[in-house]
Nanobody, 127 residues
Framework: QVQLKESGGGSVQVGGSLTLSCTSSGYIYSATSVAWFRQAPGKEREGVASIYNGGTGATIYADSVKGRFTLSQDVDKNTAYLQMTSLKPEDTAMYYC???????????????????WGQGTQVTVSS
């Protein structure tokens, strides 16, 4: 069984910080790709950050969060994190973690590449 669960969401004021966690059950983070996505009501699902565990360890971030968000992992704890700083109202969304386990190309910020998803955790940034 592969199951992901996000936590750490909540409400924060503009300029504040939050750290989201994604813990796996029955899986270790030797995955090809691990990513965070977000979706606001009426908006398309947006890739936020991704790391490639299939070789290079490279990361990619959406332009909208670059310099403010950081994706990290603790492999021994089967946990991925999304550190968010300098939060803006437009960061308000449901945040999801996702994992791709198959060998091959990096999933990057493309949601259709990821077969495993968590249930999401809400982040609300108020002014």
């Amino acid at each position: 069984q592969v199951q992901l669960k996000e936590s750490g969401g909540g409400s924060v004021q503009v300029g504040g910080s939050l750290t989201l966690s994604c813990t796996s059950s029955g899986y270790i983070y030797s995955a090809t790709s691990v990513a965070w996505f977000r979706q606001a009501p009426g908006k398309e699902r947006e890739g936020v950050a991704s790391i490639y565990n299939g070789g290079t360890g490279a990361t990619i971030y959406a332009d909208s969060v670059k310099g403010r968000f950081t994706l990290s992992q603790d492999v021994d704890k089967n946990t991925a994190y999304l550190q968010m700083t300098s939060l803006k109202p437009e960061d308000t969304a449901m945040y999801y973690c996702a994992v791709k386990t198959t060998r091959g190309l990096w999933g990057g910020l493309r949601p259709n590449e990821y077969p495993y998803w968590g249930q999401g955790t809400q982040v609300t940034v108020s002014s």
